[in-house]
């Protein structure tokens, strides 16, 4: 399992629990967010009534589901968790729907991966507050409308724009999470070092975070392998030492890079002269699947920088040249 990916498993999503904020205030980051959801939801109790839906969109691990339990418990309102993949079939969702409260909040994460039937119901529910449910089979069947209470969806998605518009249109207010700058990051990993009962120094609080990909779930979990470092080699103190010895046990190093980005970056310097070569052929030098190298590596590869994408296929830009400390080739006349 790599340490710097955005995503967690079940696991993980254990152990971050106890480390999520639970009202806004303590959200950190996500200003202009932060700001408008805590008008739409001011708004809502105000009048007494369930908020318009909701949709958080952005990367993984950048907050969504902390926000979507944020929003029920500033609303007061109970909590259901559920995801696109998990339901199969409609019947799953209106089961969903018809079970839910009065002003329940539904979180729906991965939402742009319902299937289609699913989100057609999802639809209707959302704009009339009804399901069909439909009883019999065959030409026998017919559908009878089940009246729901007022609810609120929020959604989740790693990309608004993955979504059918009919289903992006029933949500009242989109929010749009970014990558957290350092000084985000840092605050994010002081209050959890605070709630893990250790002290993290200033100095070690700016490393980590720099190593973090602009994501809390990434600066999170580097955190505890610092403190596993500092509990296990060091003398308990979190800091800038123990930060660093720790990073480099676990090969992530100054840009938040791991052993495969750096395989792909080597690759792509020395093997193919700085490319362009396809993905995968740069997969098979690095010992990968190309979905692997495509899904995992490159995202961040790209957004930093240091590999483009052409037509004629994958390239070293500059910076991946001078990351792995080596010289750029000067360009020659053709
Ligand atoms: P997503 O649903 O977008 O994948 P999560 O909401 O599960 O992300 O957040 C991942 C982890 O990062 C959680 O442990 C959460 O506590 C932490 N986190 C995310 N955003 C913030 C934030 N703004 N402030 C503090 N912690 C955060």
């Known amino acids: 399992e790599r340490l710097v990916q955005p995503g967690a498993d079940d696991l993980e999503r254990a152990a971050e629990a106890a480390l999520r904020p639970r009202r806004l205030e303590e959200f950190v980051g996500q200003r202009v967010v932060r700001d408008q959801l805590s008008l739409v939801l001011q708004a809502a109790l105000g009048r007494g009534r369930a908020p318009d839906h909701v949709l958080l969109s952005g990367p993984p691990g950048l907050g969504k589901t902390t926000l979507a339990m944020i929003i029920a418990a500033e609303l007061g309102a109970p909590l259901r968790l559920t995801s696109g993949p998990a339901i199969q079939h409609a019947g799953d969702l209106a089961a969903v729907l018809s079970s839910l409260e009065e002003g329940e909040v539904l979180f729906l994460d991965e939402i ?15 704009e009339d507050f009804r399901v069909d449910v439909v009883v019999g089979k065959g030409a026998g069947a017919s559908a009878i409308p089940l009246a729901l209470p007022p609810f609120t969806v929020v959604g989740a998605t790693t990309r608004a724009g993955l979504l059918p518009a009919p289903l992006r249109d029933r949500f009242g207010f989109t929010g749009h999470l970014d990558f957290y700058d350092a000084e985000e990051l840092e605050r994010v990993l002081v209050r959890s070092a605070r709630l893990l009962g250790v002290e993290l120094h200033a100095d070690a609080a700016a490393e980590v975070a720099s190593r973090s990909r602009g994501t809390p779930r990434i600066a999170n979990r580097l955190l505890r392998r610092v403190r596993d470092w500092a509990q296990v080699r060091g ?9 660093r010895a720790a990073l480099e046990v676990y090969e992530v190093d100054a840009l938040g890079l791991d052993r495969l980005d750096r395989a792909v970056l080597t690759a792509l310097c020395t093997r193919f002269g700085g490319g362009p070569v396809g993905l995968t052929t740069l997969a098979v030098a690095v010992g990968e699947e190309p979905e692997t190298v495509e899904t995992v590596a490159e995202p961040f590869l790209v957004r930093e920088g240091l590999v483009g994408r052409t037509p004629r296929g994958r390239v070293a830009m500059p910076g991946a040249w001078t990351h792995l400390g080596l010289t750029p080739p000067t360009p020659t006349d053709t």
Not at 121 to 126: E, G, K, N, R, S
Not at 235 to 243: K, P, S
């Open 235 to 243: 003398d308990g103190r979190l800091d800038l030492a123990a930060a």
């Open 112 to 126: 742009h991966r319902l299937a289609r039937p699913a989100e057609e119901l999802l639809y209707v529910a959302m």
